[in-house]
């Protein structure tokens, strides 16, 4: 059995080689015994669990296939897809799990995240998920109409796009000592995140801290198996 990581594919209609390659990952990579972890980003936005059009169900029909042949799925939310329900996982047969999520891989204690929330110097950012995240604001968004939602969506997206355009690329990564106390808290062997878009291994004063890189011009996937965790990367 193998564990796969998977972050920021961003998937969506305009972009069908991402499709493309993510259903080629499945299935040239994936075995009915093994596990896949999708990290968060997993679409490019997320309007509701009600909303579904040709492209949503291709993607659903995919991870049903998996989830039905016995490979384990286990969703987290990212920034652009943190509207994705109960509603959605039961119809794919996915787990929806919470970020930080933690789980055991050969005696070594590994910690989960999206890593937006590891992204403290970016305090625009961090107000606006904190609004976002929260119970009554998803319930009023979801309340409004499909049309309405692509509306606030979009509008959403660009302000983001225009800010992150004028935003120190040093304030768009991790916070080192956020970093460190999560690490420290939660006394772990080995953290695992995506969101900022800069694959690497970190030696975090001892502890790796592997980061995911997004889906554009090359795939980046985690594999853990045999006791070895491995950070790999293919052309698309």
């Not at 993607?59 to 039905?68: F, Q």
């Not at 943190?82 to 959605?88: D, E, M, T």
Request: proline share 2%.
């Amino acid at each position: 059995m193998s564990i796969f990581f998977i972050s920021d594919l961003h998937l969506e209609e305009k972009k069908p080689h991402l499709t493309e390659a993510f259903k080629n990952f499945i299935s040239s990579k994936l075995s009915p015994k093994d596990e896949l972890f999708i990290l968060g980003d997993f679409f490019e936005q997320w309007i509701g669990d009600d909303y579904e059009d040709n492209f949503i169900k291709s993607i659903k029909d995919v991870l049903k296939e998996i989830s039905n042949s016995g490979t384990k799925i286990f969703l987290m939310h990212g920034n652009r897809d943190f509207l994705i329900g109960q509603k959605f996982c039961k119809e794919v047969g996915a787990n929806l799990i919470e970020d930080p999520y933690t789980l055991e891989i050969d005696n070594k204690k590994i910690l989960l995240m999206h890593g937006d929330s590891l992204c403290t110097d970016d305090e625009d950012y961090q107000n606006f998920r904190k609004l976002v995240r929260n119970k009554e604001w998803q319930d009023e968004f979801l309340s409004k109409d499909l049309i309405e939602r692509k509306t606030v969506a979009k509008n959403l997206r660009e302000i983001s796009t225009l800010e992150n355009q004028n935003k120190n690329e040093l304030i768009l990564d991790v916070n080192t000592t956020e970093v460190e106390k999560i690490i420290k808290n939660n006394s772990v062997d080995i953290l695992i995140h995506g969101h900022t878009h800069r694959p690497k291994i970190h030696d975090e004063n001892g502890i790796p801290r592997i980061v995911l890189g997004d889906w554009g011009d090359n795939l980046w996937y985690i594999k853990s198996s045999n006791g070895e965790i491995e950070l790999l990367q293919e052309k698309i």
